[in-house]
Every structure is written in C-alpha cells, then in structure tokens.
C-alpha cells in the first residue's frame, strides 16, 4: 500500500455490541466455542491419519476439511475474542489486508472442498463399480491441491482490487473482523466499480458452487431408487452429514454476498454464525452420524 495515497495506519472495529456487560458475555460464551472448533477438528484430523479403517478418500477429503476450519476460524476468532475484553479494539491497514486475504483463502478452499466430496459420494454412489478406479490416490490429492489453488487465486484478486483503493480516513470499521465490503466504506473514493468484483468474485462462486452441489445431490437422489433399503439408508446417512454442512455454510455466504447491503448489523450477526458456529458444529455432525468415525474415534482414546 502506497503512503502517499494513506493516511490511515490504524483501523478501529466497532465490534458486535457496545455494551461492555454483553461483551464479557460473549467472551464466556465465544471462546469456549472456538476451542471446542480447535479440539472437535483437530480430533478427526488425527483420528483419520492415525486409524487403519479411516483411509478410503471420503475421510481423506473430510481431513483437510476440518483441518480448513481451524484455520478459517483462527483467521478471525482469536483477536475477535480478545478484542471482546478490549476498550479500543484496534487493526493495523496491513493486518487488516492480512485478514481479508486469509478469510478468504481459506472460506473458497472450504467451499471448493465441499464441492470435491460432493463428487466423492456421487461417485460412490452412481458408480460403486468404478470407485476405487476414479478415486485414485493421486485423483484425490489433485483435487484437495486444486481447492487450496482456487481459494489462492480467488483471494489474490480480493487483495489486488483492495491494496489499490485509498485511505485517508475516516478509520471506523462497522464489523468485528476485516471484509471488503466494510473496508470499501472507508475508502476516499468510489468504490462502486470494485463492490460488483467483489460481488462476481465472492457471491458467484458461492452461487455456482451450491448449484453444483444441489445438482449432484439430486442425481444421487435420483440413483438412490435402484438402490436396496439397507444401501439407501447407509448412502442417505451419509448424504445428510454432508448436506447439513453445506447449508450451514452456504445459507450466510449467500445471504452476505448475492444482495446490496445498505447497513452491517444484520451481516454482523450472520457473520458470527459462519465464523464461530458452524466451524464448531461441522465435526460434530459428522461424528454423530457416522458410526466408522465414531468407532476410530473410541479406538484412538483407548491407545492413548
């Protein structure tokens, strides 16, 4: 970022609340949240790389799932928490660059994932015969490399449309964490033209991405008829794990991004479900509907 064209080093947040009172209680609540994301992650991370019956390519995509959700949660939890016991709850520009680039990164390469076990289980599903044959080791590999190459190049252009833009104050941001659109008020100039970017860039491939996914699981639907009760209800199962996730995470995406939003309360508090909440509620809904994991799961904490 040019000084010449910056006059703002520092950015200040608003925060979620102003009440001091409801921010302390909102520590109490959010950072037992956060750690049970950093421990119910991290738990199916290592379950699926030390167990032996863990290692078909659903549980290998499920891995760096939850490996991306520690690290899209990291990127804005720890300070949010911090700033909640703060008066002044203040960013550096370049930190607050850093955030934006990182939130991103890792929010496309969870999106991108999602669409790869989506493929998995149509796979699976529509074509059993041929599975292990599609699914090959290195099939897997360069597809868990291709989402975290997409969320790369997606947060590139973000940046690149960002570090453009000047500062000259004001240096209030109306949000509790760094995003575009709450960065772009503050830029001394029109940003209009970089606001439908952004829109095309973020809301579109979230956009694209749910329509891939509502696709493939309609067609998987559709299979499931030739399928026997016993196999159909074993697919559905794990169908609806992943089904529930995808919601959790492209309800608020959609909801931010695909509409022109005039005030940030409303995306404050939406922004805390996608941040906070599902991070935290994604391994449990993958355990709790899959006896293999659970089963692993059991096996680990009885070695250790």
Known sequence: MESSTNNVTELIFTGLFQDP????VCFVVFLPMYLATLVGNGLIVLTVNVSKSLHSPMYFFLSYLSLVEITYSSTIVPKFITDLLAKIKTISLEGC??????????GVTEVLLLVVMAYDRYVAICKPLHYMNIMSHQLCHVL?????LGGFFHSIIQILITIRLPFCGPNVIDHYFCDLQPLFKLACT???MEGVIVLANSGLIALCSFLI????YVVILFNLRNHSAEGRYKALSTCASHITVVLLFFGPAIFLYMRASSTFTEDKLVAVFYTVVTPMLNPIIYTLRNAEVKIAMRSLWFKI
């Open 144 to 148: 868990v490399t291709g989402s975290w």
């Open 97 to 106: 660059v850093a955030q934006i680039f990182f939130f991103h990164f890792f």
């Open 21 to 24: 009172e409801v921010q302390r």
């Open 213 to 216: 996914l509502v696709s493939s």
């Open 190 to 192: 029109d940003t209009s």
